[in-house]
């Protein structure tokens, strides 16, 4: 059973940083792709941005330059750094991932339970 878990959320003034994680547990024989989202009330999940398993990145417009993905494939563990932190960006922060939990190769994908941000004075 492959569980996903971000942590890191919370409470931030405007300006200010965070550093959310994402764990893949688990039976894991590798992990793929994995991806950052987001999810304001009464707005639609929104993709914040993506790592692949060799390290390149990509984001979305609203968060270029601010935010920042990164992992650790030794721990199965990714990362966003997020700097600059605007009221805007109040959001439940979902992990999402393409898994190996069997040695046959197929990837399965799983989503985290997600993490609040609030990005308030």
Do not use: H
């Not at 989202?37 to 609203?62: C, F, W």
């Amino acid at each position: 059973q492959v569980q996903l878990v971000e942590s890191g959320g919370g409470l931030v003034q405007p300006g200010g940083s965070l550093r959310l994680s994402c764990v893949a547990s688990g039976s894991i024989f590798g992990v793929g792709i994995m991806y950052w989202y987001r999810q304001a009330p009464g707005k639609q999940r929104e993709l914040v941005g993506y790592i692949e398993s060799d390290g390149s990145t990509d984001y979305g417009d609203s968060v270029k330059g601010r935010f920042t993905i990164s992992r650790d494939n030794y721990k199965n563990t990714m990362y966003l750094q997020m700097n600059s932190l605007k009221p805007e960006d109040t959001a439940v922060y979902l992990c999402y991932a393409l898994v190996q939990p069997y040695s046959d190769g197929r990837y399965l994908d799983y989503w985290g339970q997600g993490t609040q941000v609030t990005v308030s004075s």
